[in-house]
């Protein structure tokens, strides 16, 4: 009996904190938790997808024991399949005992980069509408669109939510030549954000021409009818 007492005793600790459990993540996540043991060696953390996972990709390996402190740290991979994973944690010693935890975290993607539908080209002063469609891979709604102009009016946000594939449309006015890049990223529900996606549209200078040719014309609209109607088409009327 008191051989087995012994033995109790020196079974290795496993224990995951349980606030990991069913937590829902999108980004790094810090895994906290107890391994130790009279007799410990090491403790491995390992992810699998799903609850019953076919098999474990190790996150981290240590030979330190740890008590109620961190782990390790695990970023979701993005070419996950399941939006179920489990964490485990595996605690060996010297007499060849092993102690197992586990948890289940549900995967949160973030959406896709919105696409940006719009002008490539426009006049200063004039209002255009721009239209932001982004899909979650989770079918979240979209919590906001932020965007960016590229101009001194600073970021603009497209508040919801929306269901997830809705298009929004904003409109923009901007008051000086140049070719200017739109950046927009989508938000859904649970803060995770799309990477930026990129349009451009060009605000060219207003038409010109050569004054003195105008006024030579103007002096004289009858000498050719043609030219002074390319001329009005162009926006400087005679």
Known sequence: NAYKAIQRDSTPIANLNSDLDDIFIYDEITIKGTASGTTFIEYTVCY?????????TVIHTSSTPVTNDVLASWNPPSDLEEEICSIKLMVYDSEGQISEDQVVLLINRAPYAPDIIGPTNGKPGVDYNFTFVSNDIN???IAEYIISWDDDTGDETIEGPFPSGIPQTTNHTWKSKGTYTIKAKAVDIYNAESDWATFD????????INRPVLNFLQSYPNLFPLLQKLIQKLGFGL
């Open 48 to 56: 699998g997808e799903g609850i019953y996972p076919d098999g474990w």
């Open 139 to 141: 079918n979240d709604d």
């Open 201 to 208: 549209i060009t605000i060219p200078r207003d038409k010109a």
